[in-house]
């Protein structure tokens, strides 16, 4: 057993008990080695996306440039009761890490057995939600409903940092709607329980995923927290990504709609940040990439579930490009991999 002392600038932000050093080592703890006055990039993080954000998925962001991944919301409940394909998806392999596991609930009992179960994949991080608004979530008092309850907020991540020995992280929103804005209050609640860094999607509750990201709230975030704070919501671009740098001060930045049908997105912004030229994937290049993330996702998941998920994917890739519609629905009566890849080398991309 190791004890690691991680520090952002001459701050100490965190003490863990560290049982496998070669995880700390291999990714020199990326996560929470947050000292941007000397390394000046921010870390880019791809967003946790029900649905979407798979390994191949995450695979694919990592190669294009984001640093951390996040998988797909982890049910606590249904990991406490044994569910096999929860246990499924927050399955980490050597291939998407560095990676944080998300897990999602409103019972600290069973939210710190699941981080506890989710470490044996050795995630780099675990990420409690308390942002997500969908009804089928919010509406059972997890995700973001816990912007409306701090005192159960607080008692769920000290659940979590006491029951495992890697860092807790924490997604949250400007709060639960216009009148109700209060990420300031529970960051610092996050803070006060042992969070290593806290991500703050600019939107509430109600607004889900309409209107503007505010950039205010995030600011009002970071000068308040002594930890890292994660800006989220609109990044689309590399002149968005810096639109929110200047806009918030904030230590990292995630994305997540902005990456669907685009991965690509990572390297534009990675060489934004870097200063440096960015040279836009060629047709051939993106064509390339779905097919590849056609074969991770059949060796993954068998050849008939993967033609049935990639489909939504292949229609984020084409939205925009001339016969998109008639693609589409090509795509979407297609029943065998032979047909689809046929289908995918012929898409027109400009």
């Avoid at 004890?3 to 291999?26: R, V």
């Avoid at 050795?122 to 009804?135: F, L, R």
């Avoid at 008692?155 to 890697?166: T, W």
């Avoid at 629905?329 to 065998?336: I, K, Q, R």
Wanted: proline share 4%; glycine share 8%; with cysteine.
């Amino acid at each position: 057993m190791i004890i690691l002392i991680i520090t952002t600038g001459s701050k100490f932000i965190l003490i863990k008990k560290i049982k496998n050093i070669s995880i700390a080592s291999q990714y020199k703890w990326s996560l929470i080695r947050m000292d941007f006055k000397k390394d000046k990039t921010p870390i880019l993080y791809m967003a946790p996306m029900a649905g979407v954000t798979d390994r191949a998925f995450r695979r694919l962001c990592l190669e294009c440039g984001a640093k951390i991944v996040v998988t797909e919301m982890v049910s606590a409940k249904a990991v406490q009761y044994g569910d096999k394909k929860s246990y499924e998806l927050g399955k980490l392999f050597e291939s998407d890490q560095p990676a944080i596991i998300q897990i999602f609930g409103s019972d600290p009992i069973a939210m710190a057995f699941a981080a506890k179960e989710m470490t044996a994949f050795n995630p780099i991080a675990i990420d409690i939600n308390m942002g997500c608004p969908v009804p089928k979530v919010s509406g059972s008092g997890d995700g973001a409903s816990l912007m409306k309850n701090p005192r159960l907020a607080g008692e769920i991540i000290n659940a979590v940092v006491s029951a495992i020995d890697v860092p807790v992280t924490v997604k949250i929103r400007s709060g639960w709607d216009s009148k109700n804005i209060n990420a300031v209050e529970i960051a610092l609640i996050a803070e006060a329980n042992g969070a290593a860094v806290v991500t703050v999607h600019g939107r509430t509750k109600v607004q889900g995923y309409e209107g503007y990201a505010d950039r205010n709230v995030i600011k009002e975030v970071k000068q308040t927290l002594k930890i890292p704070v994660i800006a989220n919501g609109d990044i689309v671009d590399g002149a968005s990504a810096i639109d929110m740098l200047e806009k918030t001060d904030c230590d990292g930045l995630m994305v997540g709609r902005g990456a669907l049908g685009s991965p690509w997105v990572f390297t534009e912004i990675k060489a934004v940040l870097e200063n440096k030229p960015y040279i836009p994937y060629s047709p051939g290049q993106k064509r390339e990439m779905i097919l590849r993330q056609l074969d991770m996702m059949v060796i993954d998941k068998g050849e008939q579930l993967a033609l049935l998920e990639i489909r939504k994917h292949i229609a984020w890739y084409i939205k925009g490009i001339p016969n998109a519609a008639s693609i589409r629905a090509s795509v979407f009566l297609t029943h065998t991999k032979e047909k689809l890849i046929e289908i995918i080398k012929n898409i027109d991309f400009l």
